[in-house]
């Protein structure tokens, strides 16, 4: 079983920028794709960010791009998936959650069959 830890949260201010990371470890790890959620209060959890095992594609959602960037790198039997968070707003305040899934479609269209989950990174961005 694949597990993940999220950190790398904290509190920034508007325009500036905050990495995330996310620790997955676990049997056949790197074949997994990867991606990022969040959830603001009071509103449900949207896709920010996903990248394939495969070839790295990256996708993203509207409201992120061109702002963020999910990367990620392979030592051994642990994979860090990273996102790059920069000129960030008051909208973006949301629980980030890494997650994962061997299908790359779950993790971009069909988040509601994940099972993998990090524990969330609280990121707070001041006005």
């Known amino acids: 079983q694949v597990h993940l830890v999220d950190s790398g949260g904290g509190v920034v201010q508007a325009g500036g920028s905050l990495r995330l990371s996310c620790e997955a470890s676990?049997?056949?790890?790197?074949?997994?794709?990867m991606g990022w959620f969040r959830q603001a209060p009071g509103k449900e959890r949207e896709f920010v960010a996903a990248?394939?095992?495969?070839?790295?594609?990256?996708?993203?959602a509207d409201s992120v791009k061109g702002r963020f960037t999910i990367s990620r790198e392979i030592a051994e039997n642990t994979v860090y998936v990273y996102l790059e968070m920069k000129s960030l707003r008051p909208e973006d305040t949301a629980v980030y959650y890494c997650?994962?899934?061997?299908?790359?479609?779950?993790?971009?269209?069909?988040?509601?069959?994940?099972?993998?989950w990090g524990q969330g990174t609280l990121v707070t961005v001041s006005s």
């Open positions: 997650a994962a899934d061997r299908q790359l479609r779950v993790v971009t269209r069909l988040s509601g069959f994940l099972q993998i």
């Open positions: 990248i394939s095992w495969s070839e790295d594609n990256t996708y993203y």
């Open positions: 676990g049997d056949y790890v790197s074949r997994y794709s």
